[in-house]
């Protein structure tokens, strides 16, 4: 039994040094949008259809656990965004000094046709529901509903596309 632990530790380390080593070159403004989610798929991200998804420069997908986030059919998700996995809890704070803050791990889920514009920040674990589109510079911390046009860094609703 022990041995099998250090065995998935040592697969894990080796996948984060991968996908560590691939990340920046997910980013590259050298690539075309479909090369880089190409490569993220490679990281560990998980594509419904990866060659109908575009990904803009300097898109960053969680360095820790890509392999939870979920990218539906023909997805634009443009330069900039960044897709966080894991969050801060705060009401479970611990006494430890050493560890006083503790981060919990989730999945992002981005339905298909789904439009996600410059510089949003996705933040929480959340799911962005088929057929949103998310503005430029929006922060993301709740489920989007299917169909919803989102703005604003308070990502209000502005809109039922449907």
Do not use: W
């Amino acid at each position: 039994m022990k041995n099998k632990i250090i065995e998935a530790k040592k697969i894990n380390s080796i996948r984060r040094i991968v996908s560590h080593l691939l990340h920046p070159l997910a980013k590259s403004g050298y690539l075309n949008g479909k090369m880089r989610a190409k490569i993220h798929k490679l990281r560990g991200v998980q594509f419904e259809d990866v060659n109908s998804t575009f990904i803009g420069e300097d898109v960053s997908i969680d360095g820790i656990h890509p392999e939870n986030v979920r990218i539906g059919k023909r997805c634009i998700i443009t330069s900039g965004t960044k897709i966080l996995t894991h969050l801060l809890d705060t009401d479970m704070l611990s006494d430890s000094p050493s560890h006083y803050f503790r981060f919990y791990k989730g999945h992002v889920i981005i339905e298909e046709d789904v439009f996600i514009g410059l510089n949003v920040v996705i933040a929480n674990p959340v799911k962005i529901g088929k057929g949103s589109i998310i503005g430029a510079n929006t922060v993301i911390t709740k489920d989007v509903d299917p169909g919803s046009l989102v703005v604003g860094g308070s990502s209000r609703c502005i809109k039922k596309l449907f």
